[in-house]
């Protein structure tokens, strides 16, 4: 009976998380009924929602616009302007060519090309599926390119497999020929002897050779796994807690002058996913592979399974065929974006933005630029020829239907492939952070947190980023970055800091959740496909948040320094008043 009740209960948990949560902290707004304990009640109930997901995220992401008006904290018409920031849009334009890259498969051409050049080596194999997934998830979405990396993994495993238990095989084969060969018949117990002990060596060699093969699929898999998550935190758009602290920064400190944009992030990042995905690569190496390096960079002759691996990518290349128009066009398209958002406002020198059109006034940012080339694509045909004298059908009179080719993007496909609830994901977090704003909030917090300068900058750094990454582990990148950043800029505020010091790591680090399924959907799409345990995952993944830890601080104490001044408060980041708005 107290089985079948607790059963009851928690298939109907989330109806009660829902309604009992609001009701548990409505006394807080009702009896303190100061504009803080409102916007704190807000933040409670938004943060506990998403933590459990008693509701789709997306719906929690609303809730502002809702309890905003109604706690007097902001005007309706000013919440909902957060949910249309300028890093929405950018995400939203980032995420389109993002579908334009996959539905023409350039991706995967990019992918098998790679994979020629790195050879069959299984080290060399390795690293060349995590620099192929990395680099694939700079511009689409780290699910995408898990899921489709994942398959061309276990193909090339699966061949790879084949091929060298095929070679074993011949090689046995012709041992026995000469064994047969000598016509003697003073050593037939000899042979029979030969014979029964490489029956049993076969066995033993065969599980050997399982055993091999199935220690590599785990270690291959889960490189492809974690190479996506690191590949999305070098460029703005590839990962939500990215684009959550550009949000953050422009609305927490209006006056940052763009000090994070494309070309400022990817100076900074790029060099850390860099250093981190050969720390990751070096150490699944010596989990999985043993780290030999004649073995892996030495000049030995290629074996026959290798070369057979080799042949079998290569067919799959040739079965792309030639580049289409369309997929040229893409191509180009996805590198003009990138280019124009490198020389907007590059840092070392004056971009076309500020010569052209930001003389006065930030008039064009990156959103503008990506929403650009999006519309490009719904305007460039995907073929160069009219058939309509080839194909099409006839009309009435008999002459032939004029038909054009579809245009590179269609609508219908961004509705069927658009994650639209990250929209309202991001634009939630930035309506509470300007609602934390507003109502002193952060103000509060940044007072609560003085003390927190008694501890050295680097330990605190150091243990924001620790704190970040495991919780991470537990709860949704975008959730946790959601909730924390507001109080890491008040943190900022509090101990004197730059406030990208305090906010940059912990960020990154976000993306660094290695240890369990649930952390990040790389994770728990490699753990269904590759069917693993969680030992499986937390073994490794438990160095590789460590390693990521002491990777993105690094790169905050040298580079990082020197390209943001974070060895001094900027005049930007002095906020001694909050600006208050009436209801």
């Not at 291959?220 to 998550?229: E, I, T």
């Not at 006056?255 to 981190?276: C, G, H, Q, R």
């Amino acid at each position: 009976m107290a089985n079948s009740v607790v059963r009851r209960i928690g298939d109907y948990k989330n109806f009660l998380i829902a309604f009992l949560v609001p009701l548990l902290f409505l006394p807080l707004p009702i009896i303190v009924n100061t504009s803080e304990a409102r916007c704190g009640y807000v933040v409670l109930v938004m943060g506990l929602y998403w933590c459990t997901e008693c509701i789709p995220l997306a719906a929690t992401g609303l809730l502002p616009v809702i309890l905003f008006p109604i706690m007097g904290i902001m005007k309706s018409e000013q919440v909902c302007l957060q949910y249309l920031g300028d890093a929405n849009i950018m995400g939203a334009g980032g995420l389109m060519v993002a579908i334009a890259v996959e539905y023409w498969n350039l991706h995967k051409r990019f992918a098998l090309g790679m994979l020629m050049l790195v050879g069959a080596r299984p080290a060399l194999l390795m690293m060349g599926f995590m620099a192929i997934t990395a680099f694939i998830s700079m511009w689409i979405t780290n699910v995408a390119s898990t899921a489709m990396m994942l398959p061309i993994v276990h193909s090339v495993l699966k061949h790879l497999k084949e091929a060298e238990a095929q070679e074993h095989e011949l090689q046995r084969s012709r041992a026995r020929q000469t064994i047969h060969s000598t016509d003697d018949t003073a050593l037939s117990p000899v042979v029979n002897k030969l014979n029964s002990e490489d029956l049993l060596s076969d066995e033993q060699r065969r599980v050997m050779h399982e055993e091999k093969y199935s220690k590599l699929t785990k270690g291959m898999s889960l490189s492809v796994c974690y190479a996506a998550s690191i590949g999305g935190t070098s460029t703005l758009n590839a990962s939500i807690p990215n684009l959550i602290l550009k949000g953050q920064i422009d609305k927490l400190f209006p006056e940052n002058k763009d000090v994070i944009n494309y070309t400022s992030w990817f100076l900074f990042s790029f060099p850390n996913m860099v250093l981190m995905l050969v720390t990751s690569w070096l150490w699944l190496q010596f989990l999985y592979l043993g780290f030999n390096v004649k073995n892996t960079f030495g000049c030995r002759k290629t074996s026959r399974s290798e070369q057979q691996v080799y042949q079998t990518m290569k067919s799959e290349y040739r079965k792309l065929c030639r580049m289409s128009f369309a997929e040229c066009a893409v191509l180009v398209l996805f590198l003009l974006l990138v280019l124009l958002w490198f020389t907007r406002e590059p840092g070392f020198s004056t971009g076309w933005a500020s010569l052209l059109f930001n003389q006065e006034r930030k008039f064009v940012t990156d959103a503008t630029v990506s929403i650009f080339i999006c519309l490009l694509f719904f305007i460039i045909p995907s073929k160069l020829e009219f058939s309509c004298w080839n194909t099409g059908s006839l009309d009435i009179t008999g002459r032939r239907k004029w038909k054009a080719p579809p245009t590179l993007l269609q609508w219908e496909l961004v509705q069927k492939k658009m994650p639209w609830n990250i929209m309202l994901l991001l634009g939630g977090s930035f309506a509470l952070a300007r609602g934390c704003e507003v109502s002193k909030l952060s103000l509060m917090f940044a007072q609560t947190l003085e003390p927190l300068k008694n501890i050295p900058p680097v330990a605190l750094s150091f243990l924001l980023c620790f704190i970040m990454a495991m919780l991470t582990e537990l709860c949704h990148n975008a959730v946790i970055s959601t909730m924390l950043l507001p109080v890491l800029a008040s943190m900022a505020t509090a101990v004197e800091l730059h406030p990208l010091y305090i906010m940059l790591p912990p960020t990154i680090s976000a993306s660094f959740a290695f240890m369990l399924p649930v952390a990040t959907p790389p994770n728990a799409i490699t753990f269904s496909y590759a069917k693993l345990k969680i030992m499986d995952m937390v073994k490794p993944g438990l160095m590789l948040n460590l390693l990521g830890i002491l990777c993105v601080n690094f790169a905050v104490h040298t580079w990082g320094t020197a390209l943001f001044q974070l060895n001094e408060v900027p005049s930007w980041a002095n906020v001694t008043t909050i600006p208050t708005t009436a209801p």
